[in-house]
């Protein structure tokens, strides 16, 4: 399956190419771009990684599941989430793990800049400054991309990998899906939170569950990225410690929650998992997929990685 997304990512890329050229050719010199995009290039910069995002990932999945012979809809098990009301104690426990994950990636960056090695790529920093552009950046992050990164990493790959537990099904998942992001100031962060999105897709059953919270993470890491942008690191920071505060006793609750309901308790256990982790983990990391899939993270690292 990992190999078959790198082929396919291949064609993906092309595609996604092509779509930017439509985007400049048939929108931004048409009447939408005479209208809205004309004099702003910042938001034809941020229509075109939008458009081009949405192509390069879900070109991929929906040509993997044709290729599988599988419903995209069954493939990531899109159905109805399993007890919706414990959504209101899995948005606090997230979170959570949204700022353990935080705190950890500041380590890391720390530690490399003790090394003189900046980890930081110069398109986190960047944030659109006009109206337009801005809205386009949302729409690609709070709502593009946990659908389509949920259905992939959750929704594909994880299900495929039920088979051999659902642990280890959350972990490699999570591993694949902190790799997408490429740099050493991203990795460590989304595989912790993909750790908590991937816990609660399987216990409620559904990838929406998963698509609400990467949302809601995307969207609260958008609202305190504008509050520095906007009023300083000073007010950002007050903001983030405050909704750390509330977001940690909330998980506490939770926790006891989720606790008295059974949550926790472990459904039935598949044949597959007995198989030793040793064995299941050496040979999911030696699939030509993996390995090509490692292979473009590392280049990456060294590509984002700036000596200081």
Not at 188 to 214: C, E, M, R, T
Not at 275 to 301: D, N
Request: with cysteine; charged share 10%.
């Amino acid at each position: 399956c990992l190999l078959t997304e790198q082929v396919v990512g291949l064609l993906a890329t092309l595609a996604a190419y092509g779509a930017i050229w439509a985007v400049n050719f048939f929108i931004v010199r048409g009447y939408f771009g005479s209208q809205f995009l004309h004099t702003n290039t910042e938001a034809v910069k941020y229509l075109c990684e939008c458009v081009a995002y949405v192509v390069y990932m879900f070109i991929p999945f929906i040509l993997i599941t044709y290729v599988l012979r599988v419903s995209p809809a069954r493939s990531v098990n899109a159905r109805k989430i399993a007890r919706p009301w414990l959504l209101l104690a899995a948005v606090p426990t997230v979170m959570s793990f949204y700022f353990a994950g935080n705190f950890f990636t500041d380590i890391i960056v720390e530690l490399l800049r003790l090394i003189h090695l900046n980890p930081v790529p110069p398109s986190m920093l960047e944030t659109p400054t006009t109206t337009s552009a801005y809205v386009i950046f949302c729409i690609k992050v709070c709502v593009f991309a946990p659908i389509i990164e949920e259905f992939i990493f959750r929704g594909l790959i994880m299900r495929s990998l039920l088979r051999f537990g659902s642990g280890f099904a959350i972990v490699m998942s999570s591993l694949l899906f902190a790799m997408l992001h490429g740099n050493l100031a991203q990795i460590p962060f989304a595989f912790i939170v993909g750790l908590s999105l991937g816990y609660f897709a399987y216990k409620l059953n559904s990838v929406w569950a998963s698509v609400i919270l990467h949302s809601f993470v995307n969207t609260t890491s958008t609202v305190i990225d504008f509050i520095q942008k906007s009023m300083g690191n000073t007010q950002a920071q007050i903001v983030s410690f405050a909704l750390m505060g509330i977001f940690g006793l909330l998980f506490l609750l939770a926790a006891a929650l989720l606790y008295r309901t059974g949550f926790f308790s472990h459904s039935h256990t598949p044949a597959a998992e007995k198989t030793p982790v040793s064995i299941k983990t050496r040979s999911f990391l030696l699939t030509p997929g993996f390995m090509v899939f490692l292979a473009l993270t590392v280049a990456l690292i060294v590509l984002t990685t700036s000596i200081i």
